[in-house]
């Protein structure tokens, strides 16, 4: 990395910044230095991303969506990396604007040169706006390409975002606007959720051609390539549907769907009586996940597509997924005194559900259930009664233990769904060592907790938080 002629000295000076902060935070032990050196970057050079944004060899690709956006974005990091790509990628999770120019300065020489070929970053829901134009001007202009990848939209964080609907129609101006933005040349690549109702509306309304997996050729009135992932399982269909159901009426004319099928939540195979949008047909539906869970073919097949759209083969991208383990807090796995402990996320009713029903497929013995509402997590704590905790109850020999700064809150819901709990405790540390000490050697302590809960987690298991 040379020296990089193109960065003014204000940005030079927040990189430097930046740079002795994340070294602060390291020398002290404090954490990864993934969010506050990006956030003094901003103050002092609220326009860095775009002056990082010319230097991706290849492009740029973001992952939006409520859930899965850091398991497939590392899925996808490591396709990239098997192909000999330098990628960058804020493998922390930190995803709001500050961690997505965290991962930049950290990679970054100290006057702001990169030697890169893509950037891979998850993005929050709510940011990916914000995100798009810090990149989008400089990466059009160049002509290289930016990878959009739609995962799902679910009630998420109520008392920040609101319904699902107001993501929608923010995510739905923001694309308009930067398929306006980039002219005729086909830069701009959507990968979306055919089975997520409002994710497909939401890229269909484009009025865009889909790009059949090649680039090549394409080119609409907004010079816009798209493509669809999404499940042909039947026999994955639930049978009974969730409390957790978003987004069943349809967002082009407001009439109720129709549902051949519901794979969770109202992810599924769907269609419009009255208007008759209905569900794309995916151009990628087959792979297998190398992690447990449905919804974790979803972010497989959302990894696999967007790696084919950017000219990756199958046969590495199948070598690159073989031995693929899990990022931190998804089905992340530690060893404590010859036991397991298995981390799995769960933010949100839909989240919680699906990882809920994936522990239970396991035949657990120990649960650990965690509850915050810090600012992470959402104020707003209602949503448990969305989560279908009634089936653990099917299974009388499970030991559950409950914690974080909700307990009280989550201990009444457990109650309603008749789950008998071993233990309740306000201290997650305590609560930690009371469900290991329930836990035989050889055995697994399976914890599903909310987003900083799961943070406090990892923090109790390595010593280590992120900053």
Not at 30 to 38: I, Q, V, Y
Not at 429 to 457: I, N, Q
């Amino acid at each position: 990395m040379g020296y990089n002629k193109g960065m003014s000295a204000r940005i030079r000076i927040a990189i430097v910044a930046a740079k002795v902060t994340s070294l602060f935070i390291k020398f002290l032990g404090l954490g990864a230095g993934a969010t506050w050196p990006g956030e003094i970057a901003l103050t002092l050079a609220p326009n860095i991303l775009a002056s990082f944004a010319p230097q991706f060899a290849k492009g740029i690709i973001l992952i939006a969506g409520t859930n899965g956006k850091t398991t497939t974005s590392l899925m996808l990091t490591k396709i990239l990396e098997a192909q000999g790509n330098r990628v960058i990628h804020n493998a922390s999770g930190a995803n709001l604007l500050n961690g997505v120019v965290s991962a930049c300065i950290q990679h970054a020489s100290w006057d702001g040169g990169l030697n890169v070929d893509y950037g891979v970053f998850e993005v929050d829901e709510n940011s990916l706006p914000s995100v798009i134009f810090n990149f989008q001007f400089s990466i059009f202009k160049k002509e290289k390409q930016l990878v959009l990848v739609l995962l799902n939209l679910f009630r998420d964080q109520l008392d920040r975002y609101g319904e699902v609907d107001v993501i929608a129609e923010k995510w739905e101006k923001t694309l308009r606007l930067a398929v306006l933005a980039q002219g005729t040349q086909p830069v701009l690549t959507l990968v979306a959720n055919a089975d997520d109702p409002g994710v497909a509306h939401l890229t269909l309304s484009l009025r865009a051609k889909r790009s059949n997996l090649s680039l090549e050729g394409i080119a609409t009135p907004f010079g816009l390539a798209m493509t669809f992932f999404g499940l042909n399982e039947p026999e994955e269909f639930l049978k009974t549907a969730e409390h957790a159901t978003d987004s069943t009426f349809c967002l082009n004319c407001g009439s109720r769907l129709t549902y051949e099928g519901v794979y969770y939540s109202h992810i599924g195979i769907w269609r419009c009586e009255k208007c008759g949008e209905k569900r794309p047909k995916p151009d990628i539906y087959e792979w297998k996940s190398p992690l447990p869970g449905l919804y974790n073919r979803y972010n497989t097949l959302a990894a696999v597509t967007t790696a084919l759209s950017v000219g990756i083969k199958k046969d590495i991208i199948k070598k690159a997924l073989t031995d693929f383990t899990p990022a931190f807090g998804r089905q992340e796995e530690f060893m404590v005194d010859g036991k397991k402990v298995k981390i799995f996320l769960s933010k949100n009713p839909a989240g919680f559900n699906a990882s809920l029903r994936t522990v239970l497929e396991m035949k657990p013995k120990i649960l650990l259930i965690v509850l915050n509402d810090r600012i992470p997590d959402g104020r707003d704590v209602s949503w448990i009664w969305d989560v279908d905790f009634e089936e653990i109850a099917h299974d009388k020999t499970i030991k559950v233990f409950a914690s974080g700064d909700r307990v009280y809150d989550l201990g009444v819901r457990l109650k309603y769904a008749e789950v008998s709990t071993t233990g309740v405790y306000g201290n997650l540390r305590e609560a930690m060592g009371k469900a290991l000490a329930a836990t035989e050697r050889g055995e697994t302590l399976y914890v599903l907790p909310t987003y900083s809960a799961m943070l406090e987690v990892r923090k109790i298991l390595t010593g280590r938080k992120i900053l």
